[in-house]
């Protein structure tokens, strides 16, 4: 049964920083590209950033560049995502997801699991 399972979440003011793990079991980490979505109310779920397999490609969505950014400790099967410097509008539900394509996709759909979420929530 494959879990991801996200932690890192919390509640912090603008400009400040936060770090997010997803530790992921029942599946070969390695072998999965990996990626960070998120979900504010009334929203639809968007993407954040993503890496391959090895860790060799990202890629990151507009509003976060330059500011989050993603990584990968395939020894710990676990998926991070640094992000800095924070906005209010930066505030949703934060969601690990794995795929078992090489290439990172940004269309939810293409992704095959799902951790149940982080909330993070940025104070202006």
């Known amino acids: 049964q494959v879990q991801l399972v996200e932690s890192g979440g919390g509640l912090v003011q603008a400009g400040g920083s936060l770090r997010l793990s997803c530790a992921a079991s029942g599946l070969m980490f390695s072998r999965y590209s990996m990626g960070w979505f998120r979900q504010a109310p009334g929203k639809e779920r968007d993407f954040v950033a993503g890496?391959?397999?090895?860790?060799?490609?990202?890629a990151s969505g507009d509003s976060v560049k330059g500011r989050f950014s993603i990584s990968r400790d395939n020894a710990k099967n676990t998926l991070y995502l640094q992000m800095n410097s924070l906005k209010a509008e930066d505030t949703a539900v934060y969601y690990c997801?794995?795929?078992?394509?090489?290439?990172?996709?940004?269309?939810?759909?293409?992704?095959?699991?799902w951790g149940q979420g982080t909330q993070v929530t940025v104070s202006s």
């Open positions: 890496i391959s397999w090895n860790g060799v490609s990202t």
């Open positions: 997801a794995a795929r078992t394509g090489i290439a990172v996709v940004m269309s939810p759909r293409a992704w095959d699991y």
